[in-house]
């Protein structure tokens, strides 16, 4: 299954995304503006991979002016139900739909890893103003707890494929971004954690593209031996799923 297929596979679970993936902590946002030295409120930002809005949503509230880029038609339709005000453009990041020096941010949540980077990064520079800045950031497993450790290696055996949008992205992501002349990087790391009930935290895993690929008997073969697994550790149901934000910062020259 090549990473195309596997990108594509969203499409196809727009409104499951939608219900139950894992937004963003506040300080996520405090972080961006942070490393980028300037607030998100009046900034223009594109919001590239931006799927159903989860991210976007975000940037909007604290006040930038936000476009997406999207390239998948399930998800652009599921966007465009929940942030039906927000400007949405079909393309992705190897080829931005937008004008030189337009931008004062690009973000790119948890989609990053699906571009050229021999391309994507190119194309970053060119959208974006001087001064301007790239961010991209993914929630990441949080390894050092039992539980999710142990899940993540069931679903790496099960799936046969340790899917970056469930492990840590890879670093060779960072330094990729370091090996273009002019652009430097800051990273940060940040733990947060929410509070869901057991079906909503099923669905979130099962929403991921090495579930999406595999069909509806694998998944559900492993959804009824995992809900099984966790009603031992919660056996009210109400599980707490830990994360850790991996952000990259890029200023443009």
């Known amino acids: 299954m090549t990473a195309l297929s596997r990108a594509h596979s969203f499409n ?3 409104a499951q995304y939608a219900a139950n993936r894992p937004s963003y902590p506040p300080a996520l946002l405090d972080a961006v503006e942070e490393l980028t030295g300037r607030p998100l409120a009046g900034a223009r930002v594109a919001d590239v991979g931006a799927g159903t809005g989860i991210a976007t949503a975000l940037l909007r509230e604290r006040g930038a002016d936000v476009i997406a880029v999207e390239p998948g038609d399930g998800m652009a339709a599921e966007f ?6 927000v400007p949405i453009v079909r393309g992705d990041g190897n080829a931005l739909p937008l004008a030189d020096a337009s931008h004062d941010l690009i973000t790119y949540a948890q989609s990053w890893h699906w571009t050229d980077t021999d391309r994507s990064v190119p194309e970053a520079l060119r959208v974006l103003r001087p001064g301007g800045s790239l961010a991209v950031w993914w929630n990441t497993t949080a390894f050092d707890v039992p539980w999710i450790a142990a899940q993540h290696e069931r679903i790496a055996n099960h799936c046969g494929v340790r899917q970056p949008s469930l492990a840590r992205p890879d670093d060779s992501r960072a330094a990729q971004l370091a090996g273009f002349s002019g652009l430097r990087f800051v990273r940060r790391q940040l733990r947060w954690s929410r509070v869901v009930p057991l079906d909503t935290h099923l669905a979130n895993i099962s929403s991921h593209s090495a579930f999406l690929v595999l069909g509806e008997t694998g998944t559900q073969e492993f959804l009824t031996d995992e809900r ?10 109400t599980v707490e799923e830990t994360y850790l934000v991996d952000l990259l910062v890029a200023a443009r020259p």
């Not at 465009?80 to 005000?85: I, K, V």
């Not at 697994?229 to 056996?235: A, G, K, N, Q, V």
């Open 80 to 85: 465009r139900r929940a942030l039906p005000d």
């Open 12 to 14: 196809t679970a727009a």
């Open 228 to 237: 099984a697994r966790l009603r031992e550790i919660f056996p009210d149901e």
